[in-house]
């Protein structure tokens, strides 16, 4: 009997259906600034400076690449623990691969804490903190059996 209940789907925790619903909410903004970026659509982003802007456009098609696997990932992560999926820790590891090529290139090869200002890097922390955490969380409702 102990060896099923280990196989046996946890029941859901009502904490997994609130960090769910923010995760897919804060994810959304990412991916709503991510679209708008990327579309250069004026109306947004005519609150950055002339350098903003040129530093956005300028961006290697590889950090574009990284910063949507950072978007996306993080987004489907989320969708996958509101649907209960364990691959949603992928989702997220993926997430979290994107950030760390966007990191590199914009706090080591390029000028993007300068150009983007120091608020901007405290603001990237914090993506990192919800990040890492929302990892973190997957994987432990995986290894609790909520995630199938």
Known sequence: MHASAATTPS???????????????????????????????????SSFTSEQLEYFYSMPAWVDAGWALGVWGSVIGSIGLLLRRSWAVWAFAISVFGMIVTSIYSFVLSDGLMIMGVDAAYFSAIIWVVALALLYYAIRMTGRGVLR
């Not at 769910?20 to 600034?33: E, H, K, P, Q, R």
Request: no cysteine; charged share 10%; aromatic share 20%.
């Open 11 to 45: 029941k859901t925790p009502v904490h997994l259906w609130i960090i769910g619903g923010i995760s897919l909410l804060w994810n959304a903004f990412g991916a709503f600034d991510y679209l708008m970026t990327q579309l250069e659509f004026e109306p947004y982003m």
